[in-house]
Structure formats: C-alpha cells, structure tokens
C-alpha cells in the first residue's frame, strides 16, 4: 500500500472545465512534489513545496495552479486545459525539500483532455 | 548539468535468468544514486538506494552499487520472476537540484 494517496484515480474532462487534484501524506514529511508523466517516459517534475511554500516552479503554464493548503496536503488546480495536458500526474513527498533523500509517490492521476 | 544515462529496452527475459540493467551518470559533488520501479498502472516505488561510493543498496533480490571510478549504479538480479515485469528507472539526486530520472528500461520476464 502507498503512503502517499491520491484523488482521484481517473480524470476525464473537458477543456473548459475546472477541476482539482489531490494529494495527502502523513508521514511528517515537508517537501512535496507534483509531477507529470507521459506514456513511456520518465517523470517530469512541475512543482516542489518546501514547508509549505512554493520553491521550484519548472516553468509550468498557468493552466496549472498548485496549492499545499497545509504540510500533509497538496492540490492541483486545473483550468483550460489542452488536449496535451493528457497524462498521470504524480505527486510526492520526501522527508526535506533535498534529492538526496528518496521520494515517496502516490499511485498518480491519470488525467484525460477531450 | 547531472545526467543519467540508462541502456534502453525493452527487455525480455525468461524466469529465473539472470538481469543486468545498466546505469552510469555524470554529476558534480557527491550524489545519491537510487532505482525506482513502476508497476503497470502504478506509480514509482523506491527499490533501493546508495548514498556514497561503494555503497550497495539491495531490497526483493535486487542489487546495485554505488561505483564512483566508472561512475555507475547498474542494478542485478539473479533469478528474475514474471512478477518483476515493470519499468525500472535510475534517478541521481544532489541537494537542492531536482531528482533526475534516467529513460527508464521496461522489463519482461515470461514464464
């Protein structure tokens, strides 16, 4: 079983929908990371929060909106999206915002734009 | 910039051969070097890690050393299962740089 959960499982939406993303852990770790994978590929990292404030913004469009409401939760807000928007968003946490320590991931959002 | 370079799949082995999955990298000061795995439908798990050179890290029969002098992280197995079959992805990580995943290598074993 994961320690970190995610919700939902599956998103279908449309392009002029909002929706959200979401991420919880409670294994008091302070550093959490949203990711996006596309089939056969490695992750890509969008978002880190350290303590809760946002510390790496990987250049990612403001379709996507992160919010860490506080240490054991992390959002994804979503708006406008575009059909290459498709993929599973992974999220995680690490005990410190340092990639010396390993990451802990949720099973991800698989994430459908029609 | 660090790098991770991982051979490329896919691979298919038979149960019970023997898996090498190769990995080397390129990075500046003193990395953590770690193998993920990624079940179908799965998000990553860690697999195992090393922290400093000549480190092995080793979990489920897997194993991997930490080789600064080829700078390498290749991951063994003795006898592969078909419940191995997975994607199997190096990641460097040094501080307060990004994790950095290699490609990733899918994995399958038949019966």
């Known amino acids: 079983d994961t320690e970190v959960t995610q919700t939902p499982k599956h998103l279908v939406m449309g392009m002029t929908n909002k929706k959200s993303l979401k991420c919880e852990q409670h294994?008091?770790?302070?550093?959490m990371y949203w990711y996006k994978q596309k089939a056969k590929k490695p992750p890509e990292l969008m978002f880190v929060?350290?303590?809760?404030?946002?510390?790496i913004n990987e250049s990612v469009p403001s379709r996507f909106s992160p919010e860490c409401p506080n240490s054991s939760l992390l959002n994804l807000h979503l708006h406008a999206l575009q059909p290459e928007d498709s993929a599973l968003y992974l999220c995680?946490?690490?005990?410190?915002?340092?990639?010396?320590?390993?990451?802990?991931f949720g099973d991800g959002t698989r994430l459908s734009i029609l | 910039g660090n790098s991770v370079t991982q051979m490329e799949g896919p691979v298919t082995l038979s149960e019970e051969a023997f898996l090498t999955i190769n990995c080397t990298y390129t990075?500046?000061?003193?990395?953590?070097l770690f193998w993920y795995v990624q079940y179908p439908g799965e998000g990553l798990q860690l697999l195992l890690k090393?922290?400093?050179?000549?480190d092995k890290g080793s979990n489920k029969g897997f194993e991997a050393t930490y080789r600064k002098e080829t700078t390498s992280f290749h991951l063994e197995k003795g006898s592969v299962q078909v419940s191995d079959s997975a994607v199997y992805f190096c990641?460097?990580?040094?501080?307060?740089?990004?994790?950095?995943f290699g490609k990733g290598t899918r994995l399958s074993v038949i019966a």
């Open positions: 995680a946490s690490s005990p410190r915002d340092s990639s010396n320590q390993p990451q802990h």
């Open positions: 294994m008091g770790h302070r550093a």
């Open positions: 929060y350290s303590y809760e404030k946002l510390s």
């Open positions: 990075a500046t000061g003193y990395p953590s």
């Open positions: 090393a922290t400093k050179a000549d």
């Open positions: 990641a460097l990580g040094s501080g307060n740089t990004p994790l950095v």
